[in-house]
Protein backbone atom coordinates (compact mmCIF):
# COMPACT_ATOMS: atom_id res chain seq x y z
CA UNK A 1 0.00 0.00 0.00
CA UNK A 2 1.06 3.23 -1.09
CA UNK A 3 2.51 5.58 2.04
CA UNK A 4 -0.02 8.89 1.55
CA UNK A 5 2.47 12.21 1.84
CA UNK A 6 1.76 15.00 5.06
CA UNK A 7 2.43 17.59 2.80
CA UNK A 8 -0.78 19.47 1.85
CA UNK A 9 -2.20 19.79 -2.12
CA UNK A 10 0.05 22.48 -3.59
CA UNK A 11 -1.34 23.35 -7.15
CA UNK A 12 1.76 25.48 -8.61
CA UNK A 13 3.67 22.02 -8.15
CA UNK A 14 1.52 20.49 -11.41
CA UNK A 15 1.96 24.40 -12.89
CA UNK A 16 4.65 24.98 -16.03
CA UNK A 17 5.46 27.59 -18.56
CA UNK A 18 5.94 27.36 -21.74
CA UNK A 19 6.48 30.00 -24.68
CA UNK A 20 6.58 29.74 -28.61
CA UNK A 21 9.62 28.65 -28.59
CA UNK A 22 9.00 25.42 -26.80
CA UNK A 23 5.94 24.49 -29.23
CA UNK A 24 8.27 25.46 -32.49
CA UNK A 25 10.94 22.72 -31.10
CA UNK A 26 8.09 20.31 -31.14
CA UNK A 27 6.78 21.03 -34.67
CA UNK A 28 9.49 22.34 -36.94
CA UNK A 29 6.69 23.33 -39.75
CA UNK A 30 5.74 26.32 -37.60
CA UNK A 31 9.59 27.69 -38.08
CA UNK A 32 8.84 27.67 -41.93
CA UNK A 33 6.04 29.80 -41.96
CA UNK A 34 5.60 33.86 -43.05
CA UNK A 35 3.51 35.20 -39.63
CA UNK A 36 2.69 38.30 -41.47
CA UNK A 37 0.34 36.58 -43.82
CA UNK A 38 -0.46 33.45 -41.44
CA UNK A 39 -2.19 33.96 -38.25
CA UNK A 40 0.52 32.33 -35.43
CA UNK A 41 -2.35 31.97 -33.28
CA UNK A 42 -4.45 29.94 -35.64
CA UNK A 43 -1.68 27.85 -36.51
CA UNK A 44 -0.83 26.84 -32.77
CA UNK A 45 -4.45 26.40 -32.33
CA UNK A 46 -4.09 22.60 -34.88
CA UNK A 47 -1.06 21.61 -32.40
CA UNK A 48 -3.88 22.04 -29.03
CA UNK A 49 -1.73 25.16 -27.78
CA UNK A 50 -3.11 28.69 -27.13
CA UNK A 51 -1.20 32.29 -26.99
CA UNK A 52 -2.13 34.08 -23.44
CA UNK A 53 0.29 36.63 -23.50
CA UNK A 54 -1.28 39.56 -23.18
CA UNK A 55 1.25 41.78 -25.64
CA UNK A 56 0.83 39.17 -28.31
CA UNK A 57 -0.58 40.81 -31.76
CA UNK A 58 -1.59 39.01 -34.84
CA UNK A 59 0.67 39.48 -37.89
CA UNK A 60 3.41 41.95 -36.21
CA UNK A 61 6.45 40.05 -37.21
CA UNK A 62 6.78 37.34 -40.27
CA UNK A 63 9.37 35.35 -38.29
CA UNK A 64 8.94 32.93 -35.46
CA UNK A 65 12.05 33.78 -33.41
CA UNK A 66 10.10 37.03 -32.94
CA UNK A 67 7.61 35.64 -30.67
CA UNK A 68 9.39 33.39 -28.88
CA UNK A 69 9.21 34.89 -25.75
CA UNK A 70 5.01 35.11 -25.42
CA UNK A 71 3.71 32.29 -23.05
CA UNK A 72 1.18 29.80 -24.38
CA UNK A 73 -0.83 26.97 -22.62
CA UNK A 74 -2.07 23.64 -23.38
CA UNK A 75 -5.53 23.64 -24.77
CA UNK A 76 -7.36 20.52 -22.99
Same mark, same amino acid.
Given at each position: ? =?? =?? !?????? &????? %??? +??? +?? #? =????? =? $???? #? !???????? $? !???? *?? /? %? !??? +? &?? *????? *? *?????? /?? $?? /?
Amino acid at each position: M =KI =KS !KEPFNP &DNFFS %SQC +VED +VA #R =KFEIL =K $TLDY #R !KISLANEI $T !KYNY *EI /V %S !KDY +V &DF *EFSNI *E *EYYNFE /VD $TI /V
